[in-house]
T-cell receptor
């Protein structure tokens, strides 16, 4: 099925542990994004990649790193997890053409840091 | 600084009623305003979007009303159905290489049967 695939779907980490969230899209989209979703705060942009080979910080980048491995894949790494990073993480991709565009989101990774 | 403010936080509507969700933005450079629908355990999905050169856009039972001078826009769901029960997010973006979206805080809509 075409779309955005995120792995894993669930993860529990201990404080200080590291992990990488994986994201892949098969729609040939140029831009990819990582958001976190917390109750009452909507979705906040962590990092984004406008095109293969480029990455930029979003609104809440502290404590995270990203890698745009190729056009399809965009990973998010937590080097030393903290309880404040407990959240649901969404990867998205988009294509910008003409006057319109839209994001396609993955189904999310629910991360708990204890 | 919250650039897109959304209200109400939660909304309960009877089946067949009209659901109205409001958003206000601060950045006048925003030029694209989508609404996303999210069901539990799923990622958000694009519902409808509008650009500021029109004041209203309708797709089926869903309508966006846009007031550029007031920097406000709203989602109207006509004939609301229990299947519309979900969380709705407004968002905004401006010209840029990646068109990053800035989201509102979300509205949890419950439509009673």
């Amino acid at each position: 099925n075409a779309g955005v695939t995120q792995t894993p779907k669930f993860q529990v980490l201990k404080t200080g542990q590291s992990m990488t969230l994986q994201c892949a899209q098969d729609m040939n989209h140029n831009s990819m994004y990582w958001y976190r979703q917390d109750p009452g705060m909507g979705l906040r942009l962590i990092y984004y990649s406008a095109s293969e080979g480029t990455t930029d910080k979003g609104e809440v980048p502290n404590g995270y790193n990203v890698s745009r491995l190729n056009k399809r894949e965009f990973s998010l790494r937590l080097e030393s997890a903290a309880p404040s990073q407990t959240s649901v993480y969404f990867c998205a991709s988009s294509v910008i053409s003409g006057g319109g565009y839209g994001y396609t989101f993955g189904s999310g990774t629910r991360l708990t840091v204890v | 600084q919250q650039q897109v403010k959304q209200s109400p936080q939660s909304l309960i509507v009877q089946k067949g009623g009209i659901s109205i969700i409001n958003c206000a933005y601060e950045n006048t450079a925003f030029d694209y305003f989508p609404w996303y629908q999210q069901f539990p355990g799923k990622g958000p999905a694009l519902l409808i979007a509008i650009r500021p050169d029109v004041s209203e856009k309708k797709e089926g039972r869903f309508t966006i009303s846009f007031n550029k001078s007031a920097k406000q826009f709203s989602l109207h769901i006509m004939d609301s159905q229990p299947g519309d029960s979900a969380t709705y997010f407004c968002a905004a973006s401006r010209e840029g290489s990646a068109r990053q979206l800035t989201f509102g805080s979300g509205t949890q809509l419950t439509v009673l049967p």
